[in-house]
């Protein structure tokens, strides 16, 4: 029997990324049952896809929080990473093989993800791949996971022959743009991950990047399905959360107090435009001075 690193012994396969496996495995040294996320053959050599795994390692090791998957180990030799096993399936495969979720639940998951954006952000990470796909499923909510494009503030995701690395139904329209990019561009996939919980499936039409892109050409922003009931407070934040300019949306923070109290039913958020408009307002205005403050410097 071969064992990975010694102690890891390789099950079914759960889950294939662009460039990586992820499997059941078992830990022969502590006894317990983890995902173990393994480059393909081919990535294996390349010293571009090592690199990305190791630099998703080491964002995952600064990330301690209930809402996103933990990172138990890594290993440079073959690599691979070794995180916990969350056995409910991704939010993707939920909504395709389900559909749409009701609105309370969608609103208590998206709180979730909100929380484990707004832990990365408080520790100078941007995730800049937040999608179904990369929320898992457990009895204790949801988990954020794959922080292999994580970057610091400020820093782009577009690679040198000027390609954007992500996924194009939910990027931010600054990152479209490859420009530098802040935690509000986590802020707008937030939105569209509510919006996906809604109507079960992505923002927008298409197969193909092309498709998706001219898709998002002639609709900038979709709506929410509805009304059917949504609460006038979410479809506020929605549209804070997906607003064109960086400085017009919401810290995670706020999102995911807003989508927790909306949720549980608490009372005072029934004018949330206010609060919504407020944080914003504050956004622009510290957008604008820090641009201040840059060109005075230079």
């Not at 393909?40 to 190791?54: K, L």
């Not at 998957?69 to 440079?76: A, I, N, T």
């Not at 988990?143 to 970057?151: C, E, H, N, S, W």
């Not at 107090?257 to 549980?264: C, D, K, N, Y």
């Amino acid at each position: 029997m071969t064992l990975l690193a010694g102690r890891y012994r390789l099950g079914a396969r759960i889950a294939r990324g662009g460039m990586a496996v992820v499997h059941h495995a078992d830990d022969h040294v502590l006894r317990r049952p983890v995902a173990l996320k393994l480059l393909d053959e081919h990535d294996a050599r390349d010293q571009m896809r090592r690199t990305a795994v190791r630099r998703e390692a080491l964002s995952a090791a600064r990330l301690a929080h209930p809402n996103i998957v933990r990172l138990l180990d890594y290993s440079d030799a073959e690599p691979f990473l070794v995180m916990e096993l969350v056995t409910g399936g991704t939010l993707n495969t939920r909504l395709k093989d389900h559909g749409a979720l009701p609105w309370p639940a969608a609103a208590r998951l998206c709180a979730d993800i909100a929380a484990a954006l707004a832990s990365a952000h408080d520790h100078g990470l941007v995730h800049h791949d937040v999608k179904p796909g990369n929320v898992m499923l457990s009895p204790t909510g949801a988990k954020l996971t794959d922080f292999g494009m994580a970057r610091a503030p400020g820093e782009t995701t577009e690679d040198s022959d000027g390609y954007v690395w992500g996924t194009p139904a939910y990027l931010a329209p600054e990152q479209l743009r490859g420009q530098p990019t802040g935690h509000a561009c986590d802020v707008y996939a937030l939105g569209l991950v509510f919006r996906a919980c809604l109507t079960g499936g992505p923002p927008w039409p298409g197969t193909t990047v092309e498709q998706v892109l001219t898709a998002r050409a002639c609709t900038p922003v979709p709506e929410l399905p509805g009304p059917g009931g949504l609460p006038p407070p979410l479809v506020e934040l929605y549209r804070a959360c997906t607003a064109r300019e960086p400085y017009d949306r919401p810290s995670a923070h706020h999102a995911a107090a807003l989508f927790a109290a909306v949720a549980a039913g608490a009372p005072g958020y029934g004018a949330s435009t206010g609060r919504i408009a407020g944080r914003a307002a504050r956004n622009r205005a510290s957008s604008t001075a820090g641009s201040r403050s840059s060109r005075t410097g230079r």
